[in-house]
């Protein structure tokens, strides 16, 4: 890349941090001003992830390097963009702009700093996604965990502030870990470069090589806090439950920037070597055991909330055993499913609001009840029938259906079309099947059970929810507050009739993955810019 192209590198980054720096500059009382700001950032944020996107989808040479400072590696930072990041950072845009659109209809003004603080989360995220250095990873890191203890913490009551606490001490004591480990591999390595550990991790000595494990351990440890790894994850649906609707559903993507970083690293530095497969054990048995855990979890919840974020674990124990069983035809469809679970479960945190609008607590307590113990059943002779479902409830159970569709895996949409090419792969069927080995069975059992328990509990909670025996009020829901859901289904439609191009370019992204010589070699081979001076010397001598 040449010219102003090769800057879109950094402009996911640069974008949200000037603007999140700009809205502090302005008084909490100049809300609409604020928001204006933000949202018209958050849309050209999107405009640049759609380019960058289309640009992994086109070109052949899959790696674009972009030097900080314009200093080479390792000795410089650098900045990374291949399929893979490409495409969180779309999935992360995407996300961003609904999330905040929904957010602007009463949420932002709940509190101070909203708006600088979404961004400054941005920036940390797509940060995360574009370095290729395990500092600045921290860095970034760093910067995505202090928005999102703010935005967690936004708004009022107990619940929130009970578990907005339990949030940051276990986020403090995954970034400790994170700084051990980081600190255990320089001091072993001697760098911190991604591309020039993937070289020097095979000719270590032996000794050198155990605390650098010992090191990438650690670090391991606070990746899967963050993605949600049994046992490490009985923060995430207390916290995810208690955060305000848009704040929830952008946390749909942190848990899947540790699934990314795990992805990255795993495929990056033990691929090839005496420390290939390293960790891969505890990712499949971790993996295994998050799925069973999320799927009681699924079926034991009667609060929306806390289903979803059970939904959550369900998808990162997914995702998680296939990065354990290293199979990149498998791999491919997870990367649909990842895309795919992520637009369904922010969906879905946003449509809880809406819907429990309507519902009386003491109610909704009074209705379980009565399902369990089958009471109330008989109808009442003068009840009038026949009675019509208001628009608005229409509209909501719809979103609600689709969303129930997505996440447990049935037909047409993308959901089963994702679980279908992994399925399809662990059976052995067609040209990219694998051999079945226990573990892959066991997923292929964990993968359909999980789809079945989130369709009972779907199914129980819509029907409570919609077709109960007692009345709520219709909520009153605005167009900027559904607007965003119906977009982020409509995307998952998209997915679903773009099927064969999405899975195409999943298998290029596994393709880009499975090769870690054209990443380590197109960042060892980026050159510096040369200096004005340098130039115009060249220009004289010529």
Not at 6 to 33: K, N, Q, Y
Not at 202 to 223: N, T
Not at 314 to 325: A, H, K, Y
Not at 470 to 494: C, K, M, Q, S, Y
Request: glycine share 10%.
């Amino acid at each position: 890349m040449i010219g102003w192209i090769h800057h879109l590198v950094i402009a996911p980054i640069l974008i949200p941090l000037v603007s999140g720096a700009l809205l502090l500059f302005f008084d909490e009382r100049r809300r609409t001003l604020k928001a204006f700001i933000s949202l018209g950032s958050t849309l050209l944020l999107g405009c640049v992830a759609l380019i960058l996107f289309a640009m992994q989808s086109g070109q052949q040479n899959l790696e674009n390097v972009y030097l900080l400072g314009n200093w080479i590696a390792p000795f410089g930072i650098v900045l990374v963009l291949d399929p893979l990041s490409a495409l969180m950072i779309l999935l992360t845009a995407s996300l961003a702009v609904p999330v905040l659109v929904f957010s602007l209809a009463r949420w932002h003004a709940v509190g101070a700093h909203f708006h600088t603080l979404f961004q400054l989360l941005l920036m940390g995220l797509n940060g995360a996604f574009l370095t290729g250095d395990l500092f600045n990873l921290f860095v970034f890191f760093e910067v995505m965990l202090a928005a999102s203890y703010g935005l967690l913490l936004h708004g009022s009551g107990p619940l929130r502030v009970k578990a907005g606490l339990h949030y940051i001490a276990v986020n403090l004591a995954g970034a400790l870990l994170f700084l051990i480990g980081v600190s255990l591999i320089y001091g072993t390595a001697g760098t911190l470069n991604m591309a020039d550990l993937a070289e020097r991790i095979p000719v270590m000595s032996a000794d050198k090589r155990m605390l650098m494990e010992a090191g990438a351990g650690v670090l391991g440890v606070a990746f899967l806090i963050k993605a949600g790894m049994w046992p490490l994850c009985f923060w995430l649906p207390a916290a995810y439950s208690a955060a305000s609707a848009p704040i929830a559903a952008i946390f749909a993507v942190m848990t899947k920037l540790g699934i990314y970083i795990i992805l990255r690293l795993t495929m990056l530095l033990f691929a090839d070597g005496p420390s290939a497969g390293f960790g891969s054990s505890v990712l499949l048995f971790g993996g295994i055991a998050t799925l069973v855990y999320a799927t009681i979890g699924v079926l034991a919840s009667q609060a929306l909330t806390r289903l979803t974020g059970f939904s959550v674990l369900v998808s990162s124990g997914t995702l998680l055993t296939v990065i354990g069983i290293n199979e990149g035809t498998i791999s491919s469809g997870a990367l649909l499913y990842l895309v795919s679970s992520t637009l369904a479960i922010s969906a879905l945190f946003m449509l809880i609001e809406l819907v429990e609008r309507g519902q009386d607590a003491g109610a909704n307590v009074l209705a379980v009840t009565m399902e369990a113990y089958g009471e109330g059943d008989e109808e009442d002779p003068e009840e009038e029938q026949g009675t019509g479902m208001p628009g608005t409830i229409a509209v909501l159970g719809t979103c609600f259906a689709a969303c129930a569709i997505l996440l447990s895996g049935l037909p047409p949409l993308s959901g089963f079309i994702a679980k279908f090419a992994m399925l399809s792969v662990m059976m052995g069927t067609g040209t990219t099947g694998v051999s079945p080995t226990p573990a892959v069975w066991m997923l292929a059992i964990l993968i359909i059970l999980s789809g079945v328990a989130s369709l009972i509990s779907m199914t129980r909670a819509g029907m409570r929810t919609f077709w109960g025996s007692i009345e709520g009020t219709v909520p009153r829901v605005r167009i900027i507050e559904i607007a965003p859901i119906i977009f982020l289904l409509a995307l998952t439609t998209a997915l679903t009739l773009r099927a064969g191009p999405a899975l195409e370019y999943m298998d290029k992204t596994i393709h880009a993955l499975s090769n870690p010589a054209n990443y380590i070699g197109a960042v060892r081979d980026a050159a510096a810019v040369p200096k004005a001076e340098t130039l115009e010397a060249g220009k004289e001598t010529d």
